[in-house]
């Protein structure tokens, strides 16, 4: 028997054959059901095999895996901690404690709530000949920038580190060989709505303006560095952190650089997915963002605190650099150089991106450049589009926000402030949050008339409740009600000036029309579903409308809203 063991063999399918096998299990569906389009506009396929890869790449498939690895630096995903406090004494306290427990990169950002005073800049100075920084500063002139005169001239050289500054400002430190101060920073645009593709490509955009104004392409690869937000895809945020170095060795042999030039990727989770309510799903997300980051081959990464939208606490920022130093030390991740190379999917995914990113980098070229194309209002009209399509896939559940757009507390007690250096991002959770305000703040009653058995009725009642909960509303729920006439003493009785009819398709039609006839007129109604043949009958008869999957949640319950607002006049 063990020597029969020894010779079985597991045979491959070829694509078409599990192609067939998925027909025939789709019992009529087309096969086009199972692809799935994303923001960049790739289709996604249902299966991914070698076969498949080899067929899209053939001998480009080696040469993108030795690219990604021979440009992936020594020290790869060292952890960039970031200091918040309201005082210096704070300050330096608190990066004293995160140094000691795993933070690897000084992490400052200049807008603080003390003065960045000589004295508070010479201590800061002290720390810059032992460890390497990251600070993001408003512009030239900004006062956190005088800590570099306070570093001995004997010391400079080995001073290493980024500053991060709003394009199109640049720092110019010449004293300092080993501080990188060109970065093309994509978060602005990420922060803005950007997807995948249009990220890389303005990485791109922003290196050639750059790289054009310096006296060599060897003396600006000395001072640059990429910059991204790292969002809640996994997948795409992979094959994106690696899509840019397979970029970078084509942008640098169109300056004549045939050897690899290693650039540094600093990378942080992203804000754009973060959400004021249940504020602990953002560590999750960071969690995946950031493991993201560490399996894509970033080189310096920051974890926001999961409240950092509001303040950050002393816990958050422990547990925020603690997922850091978890992914990095339990992981083993680390001990494999670019652990994603080979996956069929990632793979192919990373050449796609490549393919066009490079192609709207050279749209970009040929407009003029970054300058001409920003002007033009071309970019902003391409980075709107991208937040509007964003937007109403969370708005529509195409994409899920936990707690915000499915699965939310509305118990949870929103947060009214906004630190200020975030106020500004474009997340997609900012109009749930605004509409859960203003309902909460009208004290907004609603309900939910169940029709028919709890069986028969309950799912839809369950539908209608998570919807409604996205913003903040718990609707008064009718025990499971069999006529008309019991209908209307529940609708006569309940404080709810907005109620959804919830049954199932045959209990709807038999009871709704005469619901209708005798509903009291302050009092507005929907029917959970949809129902094309009854609509135009119902709605002539004082149904206010419908409730269904797919419907755009805020544009739905904003309708309502304002509908409530006249009634109540």
């Given at each position: 028997m063990s020597n029969n063991m020894k010779n079985i063999e597991f045979e491959m399918p070829s694509y078409s054959e599990w192609q067939d096998a998925a027909i025939k299990a789709l019992k009529g569906k087309p096969f086009e059901s199972l692809l799935t389009k994303t923001s960049e506009g790739i289709t996604l396929e249902p299966l991914y095999t070698q076969e498949s890869l080899v067929a899209k790449l053939g001998e480009e498939l080696d040469k993108q895996v030795a690219t990604i690895r021979s440009l992936q630096n020594n020290e790869a995903f060292r952890v960039a901690q970031q200091i918040y406090a309201e005082t210096s004494e704070a300050f330096f306290a608190q990066l004293d404690d995160s140094l000691a427990r795993g933070n690897e990169v000084v992490t400052i950002d200049s807008h603080v709530n003390f003065e960045w005073t000589e004295e508070v800049v010479a201590q800061l100075a002290t720390y810059f000949?032992?460890?390497?920084?990251?600070?993001?500063?408003?512009?030239?002139?900004?006062?956190?920038?005088?800590?570099?005169?306070?570093?001995?001239?004997?010391?400079?050289?080995?001073?290493?580190?980024?500053i991060v500054s709003k394009y199109p400002i640049s720092i110019s430190?010449?004293?300092?060989?080993?501080?990188?101060?060109?970065?093309?920073?994509?978060?602005?645009?990420?922060?803005?709505?950007?997807?995948?593709?249009?990220?890389?490509?303005?990485?791109?955009?922003?290196?050639?303006?750059?790289?054009?104004?310096?006296?060599?392409?060897?003396?600006?690869?000395?001072?640059?560095?990429?910059?991204?937000?790292?969002?809640?895809?996994?997948?795409?945020?992979?094959?994106?952190?690696?899509?840019?170095?397979?970029?970078?060795?084509a942008f640098s042999s169109a300056y004549g650089v045939t050897n690899g030039v290693k650039v540094p990727t600093i990378a942080e989770t992203s804000l754009r997915s973060f959400s004021k309510l249940d504020v602990y799903v953002n560590l999750l997300r960071s969690a995946n963002e950031a493991l993201s980051g560490l399996i894509g081959g970033a080189d310096v990464f920051t974890v926001h605190p999961h409240d950092a939208l509001t303040k950050p606490t002393d816990q958050s920022v422990r547990i925020a650099r603690n997922v850091s130093l978890i992914l990095k030390e339990e992981t083993n991740v680390l001990k494999v150089i670019d652990p994603a190379g080979g996956s069929y999917?990632?793979?192919?995914?990373?050449?796609?991106?490549?393919?066009?990113?490079?192609?709207?980098?050279?749209?970009?070229?040929?407009?003029?450049?970054?300058?001409?194309?920003?002007?033009?209002?071309?970019?902003?009209?391409?980075?709107?589009?991208?937040?509007?399509?964003?937007?109403?896939?969370?708005?529509?559940?195409?994409?899920?926000?936990?707690?915000?757009?499915?699965?939310?507390?509305?118990?949870?007690?929103?947060?009214?402030?906004?630190?200020?250096?975030?106020?500004?991002?474009?997340?997609?959770?900012?109009?749930?949050?605004?509409?859960?305000?203003?309902?909460?703040?009208?004290?907004?009653?609603?309900?939910?008339?169940?029709?028919?058995?709890?069986?028969?009725?309950?799912?839809?009642?369950?539908?209608?409740?998570?919807?409604?909960?996205?913003?903040?509303?718990?609707?008064?729920?009718?025990?499971?009600?069999?006529?008309?006439?019991?209908?209307?003493?529940?609708?006569?009785?309940?404080?709810?000036?907005?109620?959804?009819?919830?049954?199932?398709?045959?209990?709807?039609?038999?009871?709704?029309?005469?619901?209708?006839?005798?509903?009291?007129?302050?009092?507005?109604?929907?029917?959970?579903?949809?129902?094309?043949?009854?609509?135009?009958?119902?709605?002539?008869?004082?149904?206010?409308?419908?409730?269904?999957?797919?419907?755009?949640?805020?544009?739905?319950?904003?309708?309502?809203?304002?509908?409530?607002?006249?009634?109540?006049?």
């Open positions: 000949s032992e460890y390497s920084f990251k600070m993001s500063v408003e512009n030239s002139k900004d006062p956190l920038l005088a800590v570099f005169d306070k570093i001995a001239v004997d010391q400079r050289e080995a001073v290493k580190g980024f430190l010449n004293d300092f060989p080993s501080v990188r101060s060109i970065g093309a920073d994509t978060t602005v645009y990420h922060n803005e709505g950007a997807n995948a593709v249009q990220e890389l490509a303005y990485a791109l955009a922003l290196a050639a303006k750059y790289a054009n104004q310096e006296e060599s392409f060897e003396a600006f690869a000395k001072k640059f560095y990429v910059s991204f937000a790292v969002d809640t895809q996994f997948f795409t945020e992979i094959a994106k952190l690696r899509a840019f170095k397979v970029l970078w060795k999917f990632i793979e192919s995914l990373t050449a796609d991106f490549v393919k066009e990113a490079w192609a709207l980098f050279l749209e970009i070229e040929a407009a003029g450049g970054i300058d001409a194309y920003t002007v033009s209002g071309k970019l902003m009209e391409e980075l709107e589009k991208s937040y509007q399509a964003r937007i109403k896939a969370v708005q529509t559940r195409k994409q899920s926000l936990i707690g915000t757009n499915i699965y939310a507390n509305p118990a949870d007690v929103l947060e009214s402030a906004t630190n200020p250096a975030f106020a500004e991002i474009k997340r997609i959770a900012k109009p749930f949050e605004q509409l859960r305000a203003e309902m909460t703040a009208a004290n907004v009653k609603t309900g939910i008339l169940a029709l028919g058995t709890l069986k028969n009725s309950k799912p839809r009642a369950d539908f209608v409740s998570g919807f409604l909960n996205t913003v903040g509303l718990v609707p008064e729920k009718s025990e499971p009600i069999a006529t008309a006439e019991e209908a209307l003493a529940w609708l006569n009785a309940t404080e709810a000036t907005y109620v959804v009819i919830a049954g199932n398709d045959d209990d709807t039609k038999e009871l709704v029309p005469a619901i209708l006839a005798g509903k009291p007129a302050n009092v507005i109604v929907d029917v959970a579903g949809k129902f094309k043949d009854e609509e135009e009958a119902w709605l002539a008869n004082g149904l206010n409308g419908f409730i269904f999957a797919g419907q755009n949640i805020i544009e739905k319950l904003n309708s309502v809203f304002a509908s409530m607002k006249e009634v109540q006049r």
